[in-house]
């Protein structure tokens, strides 16, 4: 089956640093745009970053310009989010998409969604 399984969240204290993991099962990432999303409790989920198929093309909401990194290695059918300088708003379960198209921050349009891994940043 299809399927997109995230890893690598946990307890950081602030300024810390998390490398969030996004590997697919059952297809292959090379022809997919991937968004990273997050969503806290008692607020919407929204657009971290993105990535095209090729990788050639980024974004990142201005909340995490400068800090964060998304990549992707196609050979392991996985990407990545590089996050440092971590902060306490930074908290909230991520979860990686996978967009046949052009992908962007909107969650709408994305075809596969992972089940979320929690990344708390406190003191």
């Known amino acids: 089956q299809l399927q997109l399984v995230e890893s690598g969240g946990g307890l950081v204290r602030p300024g810390g640093s998390l490398r969030l993991s996004c590997a697919a099962s059952g297809f292959t990432l090379d022809y997919y745009a991937i968004g990273w999303f997050r969503q806290a409790p008692g607020k919407e989920r929204e657009g971290v970053s993105c990535?095209?198929?090729?990788?050639?093309?980024?974004n990142y909401a201005d909340s995490v310009k400068g800090r964060f990194t998304i990549s992707r290695d196609n050979a392991k059918n996985t990407v990545y989010l590089q996050m440092n300088s971590l902060k306490p708003e930074d908290t909230a379960v991520y979860y990686c998409?996978?967009?046949?198209?052009?992908?962007?921050?909107?969650?709408?349009?994305?075809?596969?969604w992972g089940q979320g891994t929690q990344v708390t940043v406190s003191s």
């Open positions: 990535i095209s198929s090729s990788g050639g093309r980024t």
């Open positions: 998409a996978a967009d046949l198209f052009a992908g962007g921050l909107e969650p709408q349009g994305y075809d596969y």
